[in-house]
């Protein structure tokens, strides 16, 4: 099945008791024992089937297999959040201590946790100079962990260039962590370009109507886990916490997924409700019709903000002198998504007037919904950060991060022209 198709029928046929065509939201706690034998396979992860909703839920496994099959993996876990995601990601190649070699452009709040939560934790988090793959591949060593990188920045609207990192990172056997969350499936697999975990907000674009939070772990099955032993122990000896398991021995390919669901979702917790991976779901089911609209709006944005003398720059992959236009044609057939960043003439009071005076774009911190967002970094995500940390982050003081939504694009134009005259005339904005 194509892309669309898997985005409204995988994991799902009907419901074998009612015949309900609707995925039904299971909002059971536990769920019963044959027999204890069989309540003992369960727990010995021999059999199939669920035992409580912390460990595994049949709504929440319905989205699991859509999203991993959306990304060509072969098992997601749903959790909580994008950031619960991360963490669990990050905690399962990582939790014997070691480094991660990150982009620099990342999202404000996993810039923070790799930066000071999981170094408190014991583990380094390194910063490359720049997206390129050489300069991810300078800071690898022998106690690295993974490579991580958003595989386009936000809000730096950063292209990776997935291939090249992947096939560095591979020559020293670490696998490739990814967090696809503003590109989505629908312009980019990039397991098909090497990354062995995809790492989703589905809270974003994928769920798109920003009423349920979300994230999910996509594991390739491609990395090879008993391969590289010394590395990573966590894999390849007894898990005294879980009846002696050795994941790579029991799991192979699918290792990294179920070591995460028994070590991480069972102990600490980080479930997703059934009623959001309902509501993920449903937005799903039109995560590529929306994608369409929400790159040709952004082009048309795009476009109109260039041409206008009241803003300095316009940061967008789809423009010929974006030093990611080329990577835009390789790794999303020239459709940027619709994340886009611009600096307001005149700086952050500038910004600030301008930001003000949106009326039909929203102002808040989120990204991917069907309604046009705004958002000014440099006074909301980023502002825990040094100015040296922002700067390499890609932020600004006069930056603004649009988020294009599905409007008609004349009236998303129609409100940033209005607002772009507060920007003279700051005293407008109260
Ligand atoms: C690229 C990216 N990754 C992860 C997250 C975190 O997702 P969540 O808000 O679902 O925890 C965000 C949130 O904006 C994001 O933009």
Same mark, same amino acid.
């Given at each position: ?13 009907? *419901? ?16 019963? %024992? ?15 089937? %669920? ?43 990582? *939790? ?40 991810? +591949? ?15 920045? !936000?809000? =730096? ?5 997935i ?10 056997g ?37 009423t ?13 886990? =008993? ?6 122990p ?7 916490s ?7 021995e ?46 040709? !709006? ?9 041409? *206008?003398p ?53 102002r808040?911190?989120?990204?991917g919904?069907?309604?046009?967002l ?14 040296? +940390?922002?700067?390499? =982050? ?12 599905? +409007?008609?694009?004349? $009236?998303?134009?129609? $409100?940033l ?14």
């Amino acid at each position: 099945m194509r892309r669309e198709t898997i985005a409204i029928h995988s994991g799902f046929d009907c *419901d074998p008791a009612t015949k309900a065509v609707a995925v039904p939201i299971y909002q059971s706690v536990a769920y019963a %024992f044959d027999s204890a034998d069989h309540g003992a396979a369960l727990f010995n992860l021999e059999e199939d089937g %669920f035992r409580y909703s912390r460990i595994s839920n049949p709504t929440n496994a319905i989205l699991e297999e859509r999203v991993a099959e959306l990304e060509g993996g072969i098992a997601g876990v749903a959790l909580a959040s994008g950031q619960a995601a991360l963490h669990y990601a990050f905690l399962n190649v990582a *939790d014997h201590g070691g480094n991660i070699v990150a982009a620099p452009q990342l999202y404000g709040t996993t810039h923070t946790l790799l930066n000071h939560v999981l170094r408190r934790q014991g583990i380094e988090a390194r910063f490359a100079a720049s997206d390129s793959a050489a300069d991810i +591949e300078a800071l690898i060593d022998d106690e690295t962990r993974a490579v991580f990188c958003e595989t386009v920045g !936000n809000p =730096a609207g950063n292209i990776c260039d997935i291939a090249a990192i992947s096939e560095a990172a591979h020559r020293h056997g670490v696998p490739v962590i990814v967090d696809n969350t503003v590109a989505t499936p629908i312009l980019l697999r990039p397991i098909e370009h090497g990354a062995d975990i995809v790492v989703h907000s589905l809270t974003k674009f994928m769920g798109g109507h920003g009423t349920a939070m979300g994230g999910m772990v996509v594991d390739s099955g491609r990395f090879d886990w =008993a391969g590289e032993k010394r590395r990573f122990p966590q894999f390849n000896e007894p898990d005294r916490s879980y009846h002696g398991l050795v994941y790579a021995e029991r799991f192979g390919k699918a290792a990294f997924a179920a070591r995460m669901r028994s070590v991480y979702q069972r102990t600490t917790g980080a479930v997703m409700a059934p009623m959001s991976a309902f509501l993920l779901l449903q937005g799903i089911e039109t995560v590529a019709l929306r994608v369409e609209r929400h790159v040709d !709006n952004a082009r048309r944005v795009a476009d109109f903000l260039r041409a *206008d003398p009241r803003v300095e720059w316009v940061n967008y992959a789809g423009f010929e002198d974006s030093p990611y236009f080329e990577l835009a044609g390789k790794y999303l057939c020239g459709r940027p998504p619709s994340l886009l960043t611009f600096g307001v003439v005149g700086g952050y009071e500038a910004a600030k007037a301008f930001y003000d005076r949106l009326a039909l774009v929203k102002r808040l911190v989120n990204i991917g919904d069907v309604k046009s967002l705004a958002c000014h970094p440099a006074s909301t995500t980023h502002r825990q950060m040094t100015a040296e +940390e922002a700067a390499a =982050a890609g932020v600004t003081p006069e930056m603004i991060r649009l988020c294009v939504g599905i +409007e008609h694009a004349d $009236d998303i134009i129609a $409100d940033l022209d209005q607002a772009l005259a507060a920007r003279a005339t700051p005293m407008l904005a109260a």
